[in-house]
């Protein structure tokens, strides 16, 4: 337990100090993890409401912060290039992001062009029930990234690696709100990167 949870330090420490210099972007992730959270709680008495909350909201959001406002130059502080950095990510890289985002922003284009999803649904009468069979769709393609990337660590590492990610990622709204609660008023007071450097200082 002692390994595995150092593990998982290790990962949410690397993701900090790789992908989230921009205080542009921890803001966005203090919302995206605020949102999760409420998905979180919708998930067990109105899942499509949770989500449309965990993608329009919480993973659009996110992922803005990292395509548009993050860093892509050498990172001096961690002496590190972007390619290097995108070779280590032990979870979704840009590259796999972008695979992840197209899949579900073509969903509902799919199953617009073909109303019962290859037989899948009743085809919808109205908008309500589009939307609800919409939601499903993306419910299920959170599950299937969470658990294809879980999976796909297990072969290309090990098991606790891919464990432990499954646990950082589940628990990452809770991590993101402790970090980056203050990152809105770093903001107005006109810091637009983090310059922390110690990573005593997060572990």
Not at 79 to 91: C, I, L, P, S
Request: hydrophobic share 45%; net charge neutral; charged share 15%.
């Amino acid at each position: 337990m002692n390994e595995f949870l150092q593990d998982l330090r290790t990962q949410r420490w690397d993701d900090h100090r790789y992908y989230h210099h921009s205080r542009i972007n921890q803001s966005l992730h203090l919302f995206s993890a605020m949102s999760f959270l409420c998905a979180y709680v919708l998930i067990f008495t109105n899942p499509v409401a949770a989500a449309l909350a965990g993608w329009l909201a919480a993973m659009v959001t996110r992922q803005v912060g990292h395509f548009f406002f993050e860093p892509k130059g050498y990172d001096e502080v961690n002496h590190a290039t972007h390619e290097y950095k995108e070779a280590v990510k032990v979870g979704y890289n840009l590259q796999r992001k972008v695979v992840l985002m197209a899949i579900w922003a073509a969903s509902p284009i799919v199953l617009y062009f073909n109303s019962s999803l290859f037989g899948i649904f009743t085809p919808a009468a109205n908008t309500g029930e589009f939307i609800r069979q919409m939601g499903l769709i993306w419910l299920a393609i959170a599950a299937g990234g969470l658990i294809f990337r879980t999976v796909h660590l297990f072969i290309i590492r090990d098991v606790q690696t891919g464990l432990v990610w499954m646990t950082k990622i589940l628990t990452d709204p809770y991590h993101d709100i402790k970090l980056y609660h203050m990152a809105p008023l770093y903001l107005l007071r006109g810091e637009l990167f983090d310059t922390q450097t110690a990573p005593e200082q997060h572990v």
